[in-house]
Structure formats: structure tokens, C-alpha cells
């Protein structure tokens, strides 16, 4: 089941998040920071967070907004899945939410970001995957020799 996160998810997700082995300590602590302000300001300028349950508990989250200035363009910020359920279809059933919401909400396009390190080649491959164009790379964007490599797709 994928329902509306709330603030009881929080810790779950930053387990979640940390589960994955791909991102670093100041990243979960940036992704609390976000849940808080999500919370706090953000759900009421249409960002959205969601959570996925299996078994009854947290086992993946995304979240995702419009971008700033843009004519409805998209922004998935962060999606994961707990390293014990992965390669079960759950990351597959998240994005498909996200990508629904966004076309009800009349959304043009949906931007997603990664890094080139080797650990991350499963997820860009995941993207390519699921219908995601390779649009860019900002070389040394992360810290030198971690470069941004951002996808995007036509909603």
C-alpha cells in the first residue's frame, strides 16, 4: 500500500534511506531536515511525500515537487527502498505513483538526479529502465569525480 507519509514515518524513512548504503551521513541528516520542513511548510505548497508499507511497516518512500519558476515541470528529490525488499517491484510501484500524481496534477515533465559513482549504477540503470532519458551530466557537480547525472521524462 502507498499512502500520504506523515511525521510518525520519519524515522522509519531515514532507516530507510540509510538501509540503502548509498547515501552519506550528511545526506540522511539533510533528508530529516526536509521531512521536518515538509511538515512544517512544504505539503501546503504541493510538495508530496509517500510511503510504501509492506508487511504492515515503512519499506520505501518518495518524495517529490513541482520545481520553482518552472512551467510544470517535476522534481523527484528522493525515492528508496529498504535494501531487504529490494528487487521485489517495490521502487517499480513508487515511481509509477509519483509519475501518476504528477500527470494529475497536469504535471509536463519529471527531472530526477543521481550520482556517476559505481554504487549508483543500478539506479541509473533503474531510470533507463523505467522509460527515463539520460538528459545531462555536471561533472565534478557532487565533489570531483562524483558528477550529477540527471534523467528526465515526458509526462
Known amino acids: 500500500m502507498i499512502r500520504p507519509t506523515t511525521p510518525e514515518d ?17 545526506e540522511l541528516v539533510a533528508l530529516r531536515e526536509v521531512l521536518d520542513d ?3 511548510e512544504e505539503k501546503n505548497n504541493g510538495h508530496i511525500a ?10 520505501g518512500f518518495a ?6 519558476m518552472t512551467d510544470r515541470t517535476w522534481y523527484l528529490y528522493w525515492i528508496a527502498v529498504d535494501k531487504n525488499v529490494h528487487a521485489k517491484g517495490l521502487g517499480t510501484r513508487l515511481l509509477h505513483h509519483a509519475e501518476a500524481d504528477v500527470k494529475k496534477a ?3 515533465i519529471f527531472y530526477i538526479e543521481t550520482s556517476s559513482l559505481p554504487h549508483y549504477e543500478l539506479t541509473r540503470k ?4 523505467h522509460g527515463y532519458d ?22
Request: glycine share 8%; proline share 5%; charged share 20%.
Open 10 to 26: 520519519t524515522d522509519a524513512i531515514v532507516r530507510i534511506a540509510a538501509s540503502t548504503g548509498v547515501f552519506k551521513p550528511h
Open 50 to 59: 509517500v510511503t510504501l508499507e509492506s508487511n504492515g511497516k515503512p519499506a
Open 126 to 129: 533503474f531510470y533507463l529502465k
Open 134 to 155: 539520460q538528459t545531462g551530466v555536471l561533472r565534478d557537480f557532487y565533489a570531483d569525480g562524483d558528477d550529477m547525472v540527471v534523467f528526465c521524462k515526458d509526462m
Open 38 to 40: 515538509y511538515f512544517a
Open 106 to 108: 497536469n504535471g509536463r
Open 63 to 68: 518524495y517529490y515537487a513541482p520545481a520553482a
